[in-house]
């Protein structure tokens, strides 16, 4: 079973950039699919990027694509999310989270963190 913790979330101006990191526990790390949710206060939680369990293949949603990047290291059992030009409208709780399958996907997520806040002031 993995487990998931975030780290990386903050304060920080629009334009401005983070790097969210996820560290998962457990031995099948590699075969997992990662993702990254987030949900903003009073709306419902949203698809952010994903990524397949070699890093071969991704997958963003439109209204972060071309500022944000995941990726992963498999040696240290760890995925990220690096955001650049960032927006006040990003502001949310950031959720990384695992599929029960090596594939690339936007939904049937399995196992999910507790969440870091992201905030972005204008």
């Known amino acids: 079973q993995v487990q998931l913790v975030e780290s990386g979330g903050g304060l920080v101006q629009a334009g401005g950039s983070l790097r969210l990191s996820c560290a998962a526990s457990?031995?099948?790390?590699?075969?997992?699919?990662m993702g990254w949710f987030r949900q903003a206060p009073g709306k419902e939680r949203e698809f952010v990027a994903a990524?397949?369990?070699?890093?071969?293949?991704?997958v963003y949603a439109d209204s972060v694509k071309g500022r944000f990047t995941i990726s992963r290291d498999n040696a240290k059992n760890t995925v990220y999310l690096q955001m650049n030009s960032l927006k006040p409208e990003d502001t949310a709780v950031y959720y990384c989270?695992?599929?029960?399958?090596?594939?690339?996907?936007?939904?049937?997520?399995?196992?999910w963190g507790q969440g870091t806040q992201v905030t972005v002031s204008s």
């Open positions: 457990g031995r099948t790390f590699r075969t997992n699919a």
């Open positions: 990524i397949s369990a070699s890093g071969g293949s991704t």
């Open positions: 989270a695992a599929r029960n399958s090596p594939f690339v996907a936007t939904t049937t997520f399995a196992l």
